[in-house]
């Protein structure tokens, strides 16, 4: 009976790592699925620079896949690890992604980042200033994800508004974060009527979700 127990105990240990890795990742199904996976397993623990945790990577993957959504815009690129999570899922629901930088370095890494990951058709990157650069776009969003200065998250939200579509969602990152500009932001868009907006709880940065009714 010992003998069993051990067995049992040593093959969840090795187990339990193996499931916290591929438990994180959707089925693979095309080469490019696993051009995707691939690239990320070999930037494990390397995502740095204000990038999304692995997490709310698949958070957002998921979002995008369950409402298929089609036009996407993210505000703050970093070096691309949530655009090649989000751009992966619109890879299946035949989407694309802007994604806007200001920082130049950041920007030409999240560009090869986006080659080596297999998705840079599915994502148009954009150098500049998003305070400039988002009153500018004339596109409509159906999926809009919000990474940037947290002093301009209600700026971006009230910019966007009428560009995103019914039925459409914007989300914001860090908004677990104790701050008077979060605070604002989520009293904001917790009063539009015609948005719907919760927190979701699974993001430990904090992720506000909204949703045009």
């Known amino acids: 009976m010992k003998i069993k127990i051990y067995i049992f105990f040593l093959s969840a240990f090795f187990l339990i790592p193996v499931l916290s890795v591929y438990g994180q990742y959707p089925k693979l199904e095309s080469d490019l699925d696993y051009k995707v996976h691939a690239f990320l397993e070999e930037q494990v623990g390397q995502w740095r620079d204000m990038n999304i945790s692995v997490a709310d990577g698949r958070l957002l993957y998921n979002l995008v896949l369950e409402g298929n959504y089609t036009k996407a815009l993210e505000i703050g690129t970093s070096t691309g690890h949530s655009a090649i999570w989000i751009a992966w899922a619109l890879s299946k629901t035949g989407g694309k992604l802007i994604t806007i930088e200001i920082d130049k370095k950041r920007y030409v890494k999240a560009l090869a980042n986006f080659k080596k ?77 015609n948005f719907y907006t919760i927190v979701d709880n699974r993001s430990r940065s904090g992720i506000s979700r909204s949703y045009k009714k």
């Open 117 to 193: 990951a297999g998705l840079s058709n599915y994502i148009d990157a954009r150098l500049g200033n998003a305070h400039d650069l988002v009153p500018q776009l004339e596109e409509t969003f159906d999926f809009v994800f919000c990474d940037a200065d947290r002093l301009w998250y209600k700026n971006y939200f009230a910019t966007l508004e009428p560009k995103i579509v019914k039925g459409g969602c914007f989300i914001a990152h860090n908004v677990k974060m104790r701050s008077g500009e979060i605070k604002e932001f989520i009293d904001y868009i917790s009063s539009r009527e």
